[in-house]
């Protein structure tokens, strides 16, 4: 069974804080995803890595950066938190080339005070 | 504008089948279609994928017509369990010429008793 873990469930942070969230996968998955879930939205694209070291851009990146240094690992990061940011943030895996079938982590429900 | 819709929820009794409709009338050509069931305080968790017709496993069936620019989620005989949001992921062909995954919005389904 392919698990996602992301490290947090819950977190509170304050306006201008430097906030990671880290998200690990136990299948050697090349694809990762990072995507934002807000009512009325569904789920929104924030980045996705393809490999180590690679990113890219996805629907709603601004305010965001990523980390992949290692294949079952990538992190979000949002520079200076603002409360706009407050949102359930979930993380994925797929295999390449089967971007389309995706595990997910339990997801991080971060508020922006 | 590219984008995939859903209804936003449907309700239903224990027993009955239910159909979720999701329009994406940009499809990329060479594009899965796929659904998604998200339990509460849960990340989705795949259910089904074609590409074209149908497709049936132990839980669902997919009915894809022959221009692809819709897919409709069928789930026979509902029991409390299946009350759940449902979603559907595409790849779309954007007005930038590039390719995105693109999940609808999500459909609420509540199966009563």
């Known amino acids: 069974d392919v698990k996602v873990t992301q490290s947090s469930r819950y977190l509170v942070k304050r306006t201008g804080e430097k906030v990671f969230l880290e998200c690990v996968q136990d299948m050697d998955h090349e694809n990762m995803f990072w995507y934002r879930q807000d009512p009325g939205l569904g789920l929104r694209l924030i980045y996705f890595?393809?490999?180590?070291?690679?990113?890219e851009k996805g629907d709603i990146p601004e305010g965001y950066s990523v980390s992949r240094e290692k294949k079952e690992r990538f992190s979000l990061i949002l520079e200076s938190a603002s409360t706009n940011q407050t949102s359930m943030y979930l993380c994925?895996?797929?295999?390449?080339?089967?971007?389309?079938?995706?595990?997910f982590g339990p997801g991080t429900r971060l508020t922006v005070l | 504008l590219a984008k995939t819709t859903q209804p936003i929820s449907m309700d239903s009794y224990e027993g009955q089948e239910v159909n979720i409709t999701c329009s994406h009338n940009?499809?990329?050509?060479?594009?899965?279609i796929t659904w998604y069931q998200q339990f509460p305080s849960q990340g989705p968790r795949f259910i089904i994928q074609g590409y074209k017709t149908k497709v049936t496993n132990e839980v669902a069936s997919l009915f894809i017509p022959a221009d692809r620019k819709s897919s409709t989620l069928s789930l026979p005989r509902v029991s409390l369990s299946d009350t759940a949001v449902y979603y559907c992921?595409?790849?779309?062909?954007?007005?930038?010429?590039?390719?995105?995954?693109?999940f609808g919005s999500g459909t609420r389904l509540q199966v009563q008793p």
């Open positions: 994925a895996s797929s295999l390449r080339g089967r971007g389309n079938e995706q595990f």
């Open positions: 992921l595409v790849g779309l062909k954007m007005d930038t010429g590039r390719r995105a995954l693109t």
């Open positions: 890595s393809y490999d180590v070291k690679m990113k």
């Open positions: 940009n499809i990329a050509t060479n594009d899965y």
